[in-house]
């Protein structure tokens, strides 16, 4: 590497002997460049090298000390660099105007080379460190950048992950009616083949036609029931995707609204041995973000289901509602599995914390649980736990969320 480059200072006044003077002062250290009027001065400093630090003579022909600052301090290429005023003029009251002019320092002639010289390495001093906390800042800014567009895409990986859960649970669900009525649509079809068998033949008896009806009523109302569930559950699943979709806030029947989201995730409960079981009060109506909402419960849900339990223990999750005086809600999400280590419990929202590390668990889901309840409806989350005695997140949310919230999109 090489040496590094001296600071330049360029110093303006229009006599000469001072020029000279502060010059052989300041040259052993500095890059140092001289002129004796306010325009050279000016064209230096807005050169494409402008100068370090300024040492600028008030009293000048033609433009004074005082106009030369003014340019300087309302040109942004050169209103940071310092400018130290060097002058006769001495009163308060002129100090004073020179340092709201934006000057640094105020030194008053005759001038002491040593003194000129300690504030010039001072106020270098100062200006670097104000260089490196710009500089700090703009890193900063650019890292805080990077970090909410890495936030915004985890985000959308997790909604897509929970996503794709609930289309399998929904799918599972489907299953069953769809399996249901194509069974009874082809027992109904075997029966119309023997019907028109037999009657073709001629064969055909009123018991057999009264049989026939008897069959195709209950096979008709089988299709139709089964049809009209599926029906509701796709309708409940457009609703959902809907609101996982955005963030828009509307008003909601929190019952309702829990029986909708959480039912594509009971297949993958039961199907790892688990119950849940779900109580809130009916007509406990909710303004706010029922999309977040719904994320949040799937992301505790699916961590209890990953964490909780030990290997073929059969679990139970219950959630339950309970409205706080007229203003607040609480869910309490709780588990009857295993418990959190209390080292864990201050890291437990934090992000990229898992206890079991791999692709699969990346430790984001509550650190984005948390930012949702916090920044989007506007409440809080907090866990209760014991070894061995289960865990309980707790969501507490205003009833009415008291201005529309930005949802990470």
Not at 197 to 204: K, V, W
Not at 229 to 243: E, G, H, P, Y
Not at 297 to 313: C, E, K, M, T, W
Not at 391 to 397: D, G, I, K, T
Request: hydrophobic share 40%; net charge negative; aromatic share 6%.
């Amino acid at each position: 590497m090489g040496a590094p480059t001296k600071a330049t200072i360029l110093i303006v006044d229009d006599t000469a002997d001072n020029l000279s003077l502060l010059s052989s002062h300041l040259k052993s250290i500095y890059a140092v460049k001289t002129v004796n009027n306010g325009d050279a001065a000016l064209r230096i400093a807005f050169s494409d090298h402008p100068p370090d630090l300024i040492l600028l003579d008030v009293m000048m022909p033609s433009m004074d000390g005082y106009e030369v600052c003014r340019r300087l301090k309302a040109d942004p290429r050169t209103s940071d660099v310092p400018v130290i005023f060097l002058t006769a003029r001495t009163s308060v009251e002129d100090e004073k105007f020179g340092l709201d002019l934006g000057a640094v320092d105020y030194i008053s002639k005759p001038i002491s080379p040593p003194i000129v010289l300690a504030r010039v390495k001072n106020h270098l001093s100062l200006k670097a460190t104000a260089d490196s906390l710009r500089a700090t800042v703009e890193e900063v800014r650019a890292a805080h950048s990077r970090l909410e567009e890495t936030q915004q895409h985890l985000i959308q990986t997790e909604k897509m992950a929970a996503l794709g859960l609930l289309v399998s649970g929904v799918a599972h669900e489907i299953n069953t009616p769809i399996g249901v009525a194509l069974t009874a649509v082809s027992h109904l079809s075997g029966l119309v083949e023997s019907l028109a068998s037999q009657f073709q033949s001629g064969a055909i008896r009123k018991s057999d036609l009264a049989r026939f009806l008897e069959n195709a009523r209950e096979g008709t109302l089988l299709v139709t029931t089964n049809i009209v569930r599926t029906a509701n559950l796709i309708q409940s699943f457009k609703q959902v995707v809907v609101d996982r979709a955005g963030s828009e806030r509307r008003v909601f029947d929190l019952k309702d609204y829990l029986s909708d989201a959480l039912f594509g995730l009971d297949p993958h409960l039961r199907e790892a041995g688990h119950s849940l079981t779900v109580s809130c009060p009916a007509g406990l109506a909710i303004d706010s973000h029922p999309g977040p909402l719904s994320e949040v419960l799937s992301i505790l849900i699916r961590n209890a289901v990953a964490h909780a339990f030990r290997p073929g223990q059969n679990g139970r999750v219950i959630l339950s509602v309970t409205a706080r005086e007229e203003d607040w809600v609480e869910l309490r999400l709780s588990d009857d599995g295993k418990g959190i280590d209390p080292e864990h419990l201050p890291k437990l929202f934090d992000p990229f914390f898992t206890t079991r590390r791999g692709i699969e668990y990346p430790g984001l889901g509550l650190y984005i649980a948390f930012n949702l309840v916090h920044q989007v409806l506007q409440g809080t989350i907090e866990v209760e736990s014991q070894p061995g005695g289960g865990a309980s997140f707790v969501v507490r949310m205003p009833r009415r969320v008291s201005a529309p919230a930005d949802a990470p999109a």
